[in-house]
């Protein structure tokens, strides 16, 4: 059974950090992390492979995030730094065969951890 469980997420200040984690277990694929604030579509924020480790940043974090993954212990980080108020969003992570921006390339997905940066 598939399992993705993210934490990590919580409040903070204008400019400062915040650490997400995806744990997965009965899956190795490529990761990914997306948001979706509220009354808006699901975005990509970063993915990265999981064979080569090679990742894709949407444009908006570049910079300021960076995804690692951890393959002992079969989990992703998001290292968020520098948040503004518009990455307040709910964060998800998700697995798929292909580290790609697409919504509907991923075939599993956590629950959720809730990131509010307040200004």
């Known amino acids: 059974q598939v399992q993705l469980v993210e934490s990590g997420g919580g409040l903070v200040q204008v400019g400062g950090s915040l650490r997400l984690s995806c744990a997965a277990s009965g899956v190795r694929y490529a990761m990914g992390w997306f948001r979706q604030a509220p009354g808006k579509e699901r975005e990509f924020v970063v993915a990265i492979t999981w064979s080569a480790g090679r990742t894709l940043y949407a444009d908006s974090v570049k910079g300021r995030f960076t995804i690692s993954r951890e393959y002992a212990k079969n989990t992703v980080y998001l290292q968020m730094n520098s948040l503004k108020p518009e990455d307040t969003a709910v964060y998800y992570c998700?697995?798929?065969?292909?580290?790609?921006?697409?919504?509907?390339?991923?075939?599993?997905w956590g629950q959720g951890t809730q990131v509010t940066v307040s200004s």
């Open positions: 998700a697995a798929g065969p292909l580290a790609t921006m697409r919504v509907d390339s991923y075939d599993y």
